[in-house]
Structure formats: C-alpha cells, structure tokens
C-alpha cells in the first residue's frame, strides 16, 4: 500500500512538472525558433551576439499581447524590455513574417551616420542591438481577425547617440 501511495505521488508530481514546463515554453502560435531563428541570422550578418529564448521575457510579451486581444492597437506596452510590434492578416502570417518585416528596415539603416534614411529603421536596430540578450515573443489572433506579434528585448536597446553594432 505504501508503495502505491508513493508511486502515485511521484507520478502526480511529474505530471504536475510537465504542466509547469509546458505554461513555461511558447505554445504552437508562438514557437521561440520561429522568431529565434530570424532574428539569429540578422544578427549574424553583422557579427552580434545571438539571443536566447527568455521565459520571464517571454511571459511579459504574453501578457501584452492578451491585452491587446480586444483591439489589436499597436500601442508600445512602456515595460521595462525594448520592443517591436507586428501586425499581419491571414492564416499564414507567421513569426518569421513578423520579424522579416522589422529586418526589412535594414536598407534604410545607415552605419556610417547611425541613422534612418527615407524611412522607419529603428525595428531592424532593435533586432541587432549588440547589447540585447534576451528574447521573448508571442503571437495571438485578435477578436478582429489580424494577429497581434510583440517581442520584448532584454536588455532594451536603440539608445539616441548609440550604435546598435
């Protein structure tokens, strides 16, 4: 009896542990390599550091991006992280649209003057802020039908007067 009774603790508490981990990680919509990876190989391409998947950061973006599931605004949270937002249509709006769009701003980033020429640049530098480490997205479908993306940089970047790289 007193087997069993042990037994089933142990099993009771391994689910519950799988339970805990399974809140703790992105869920399907919002698959951390589906908005590691682009990130990573922006990165890449201009020697920074890559990110790493941050479940305290990532639980910050949660939260905002269910905030934001009656509306959808592309209001700026004003946390403590840096951040990019993304709006798309469609089932096929992905991560990896969401952040090519903020990558896409890399032509009008200019080094040599560490500004934004002819257009909207400061997602792209966000993405490869030499400083950042820390990563953390989500991805919710609003009540208007558009997908709502945020994610949250730990620390924050675009400093005024600062490099991203």
């Given at each position: 009896?007193?087997?069993?009774?042990?037994?089933?603790?142990?099993?009771?508490?391994?689910?519950?542990?799988?339970?805990?981990?399974?809140?703790?990680?992105?869920?399907?919509?919002?698959?951390?390599?589906?908005?590691?990876?682009?990130?990573?190989?922006?990165r890449a391409?201009?020697?920074?550091?890559?990110?790493?998947?941050n479940i305290t950061v990532a639980a910050y973006a949660r939260g905002y991006a269910y905030h934001r599931l009656g509306d959808c605004d592309m209001e700026h949270s004003y946390g403590?992280?840096?951040?990019?937002?993304?709006?798309?249509?469609?089932?096929?709006?992905?991560?990896?649209d969401a952040v090519n769009m903020w990558v896409g701003e890399k032509q009008y980033?200019?080094?040599?003057?560490?500004?934004?020429?002819?257009?909207?640049?400061?997602?792209y530098t966000q993405v490869v802020w030499r400083d950042s480490v820390y990563l953390g997205c989500a991805k919710v479908k609003c009540r208007n039908g558009w997908w709502f993306v945020i994610c949250s940089y730990d620390p924050p970047g675009n400093y005024e007067g600062q490099r991203p790289y």
């Open positions: 009896m007193e087997v069993n009774i042990t037994k089933s603790l142990v099993i009771i508490l391994l689910v519950i542990s799988c339970f805990s981990l399974a809140l703790a990680l992105p869920n399907n919509q919002d698959l951390g390599l589906d908005f590691l990876v682009p990130h990573n190989k922006a391409q201009v020697g920074v550091q890559p990110l790493t998947w403590p992280f840096g951040e990019n937002l993304a709006e798309g249509y469609g089932d096929q709006f992905t991560a990896t980033y200019e080094y040599e003057s560490n500004s934004c020429v002819g257009d909207e640049c400061r997602h």
